[in-house]
């Protein structure tokens, strides 16, 4: 799998994330809600709350895995991060861009990836809320909405905790 690219606005992205003082905190009742919904309602092994920091995927929050950290290159949610839409990898071993995933080769298992982008302002993406199992899967037009829903949520309760308006443009 290769690297994702590296989004346009890299230097102010990474500004942003660091502005929002969430790096390398403690587990927090907010965002472990959120994401065992998300395990919940999905019905997924694994759901995650993930930050893309310079060199490496964070997770604030996980269900399903001990992995809170791993190299950017690795990550799915790095490529899910450069756009606005849900990234969703339906078979990652059919899919000739993911399929030579070290972490397939680590025994991960993992076979469906779904990633919504947390966008904090205008082009700014800082993380993704994403949805992993260990079978291939599809989703619907409204499961897709529900994901960007609870991407939404979690974004308003990260610039919450931060201090800011959610209503109020970030950058």
């Not at 025994?107 to 993704?128: E, K, S, W």
């Not at 992993?132 to 989703?139: A, E, S, T």
Request: include cysteine.
């Amino acid at each position: 799998m290769g690297a994702a690219a590296i989004p346009h606005n890299e230097k102010l992205r990474l500004q942003v994330l660091q502005s929002l003082n969430v790096l390398d905190t403690p587990i927090e009742e907010r965002f472990e809600r959120i994401t065992r919904m998300l395990a919940s309602i999905f019905d997924v092994p694994i759901s995650g709350l993930s930050f893309v920091d310079k060199d490496r995927h964070w997770l604030k929050s996980v269900q399903g895995s001990d992995v809170v950290e791993l190299p950017r290159e690795f990550s799915f949610c790095a490529h899910a991060i450069l756009g606005d839409d849900v990234l969703v990898i339906e078979d990652i071993l059919a899919d000739p861009k993911f399929a030579d995933n070290p972490l397939l080769e680590a025994g991960q298992g993992v076979r469906f990836y779904a990633g919504a982008p947390l966008m904090v302002a205008d082009n700014i993406r800082v993380g993704t809320l994403c949805l992993l199992d260990v079978k291939p899967r599809q989703l619907n037009e409204s499961d897709l909405t529900l994901l960007k829903d609870f991407s939404t949520t979690a974004v308003n309760e990260l610039l919450a905790r931060a201090g800011f308006n959610p209503e109020a443009k970030l950058a």
